[in-house]
């Protein structure tokens, strides 16, 4: 069988050395052991665990797909909807996106499961309050942490900040997600 090759984002191209790269975990590894002198999103060489955190808070967020992903379609560029919808529609194995945006008692069972998976992770953000947090490590973010902001981003972005769902999002365990966006937003852009 002939092995498709696989784009994903974010990719990098690094001048200095002439690297391409992608998958966040991987740029960030480059980044660290290239440019040593910088701040390090994995402090103390801690990939090793960060790795497995990303892994169980993203098993922990799977309830949210059902909800963002037909969602996401109205914030895309006409091309780019064509393209996420016929593969999103081959991933999920469904007639039409829609289908998989839970209804009825379904939505509040789904919805339940989805602030479930942020209870899971707030309590280990409440463990690393005692590092004097708001981050996972502590008051700097490293790559989990924007892990999270990741996903956070993306609902905020498809739903929109007025929106019912990202004001439970933001207003659960005790306003946490929405104090953790704000301390994420100063690296939302480049300067």
């Known amino acids: 069988m002939k092995k498709v090759p696989a ?4 990719a990098i ?3 200095a050395t002439n690297t391409y790269l992608s998958n966040s975990f991987d740029i960030a590894r480059y980044l660290d052991r290239t440019y040593p002198n910088k701040p390090h999103i994995f402090p103390h060489n801690t990939a090793g665990v960060q790795a497995p955190f ?3 808070f993203a098993l922990n967020m ?3 797909f059902n909800f ?3 969602e996401e379609c109205a914030v895309l560029n006409p091309r780019s909807q064509e393209y996420f919808r016929r593969t999103r529609k081959e991933l999920f194995r469904v007639e039409r996106l ?3 945006i839970p209804k009825g ?3 509040v069972t789904e ?3 989805v602030k479930l998976g942020l209870d899971k992770t707030d309590k280990w953000f409440k463990e690393a309050e005692e590092n004097n947090g708001p981050f996972i490590m502590g008051a700097t973010p490293c790559w989990a942490d924007f892990v999270v902001g990741g996903y956070m981003s993306w609902a905020r972005a498809v739903w929109g900040e007025e929106s019912e769902e990202w004001e439970d999002i933001a207003s659960w365990n005790d306003g946490r997600w929405k104090r953790f966006v704000e301390g994420l937003k100063k690296y939302e852009e480049i300067k």
């Open 105 to 107: 008692e379904k939505r």
């Open 111 to 113: 919805w339940a499961k």
């Open 54 to 56: 990303a892994r169980a």
């Open 98 to 100: 829609e289908d998989l």
């Open 68 to 70: 963002l992903i037909p």
């Open 62 to 64: 799977e309830p949210i």
């Open 7 to 10: 784009y994903t984002l974010p």
């Open 13 to 15: 191209h690094d001048p």
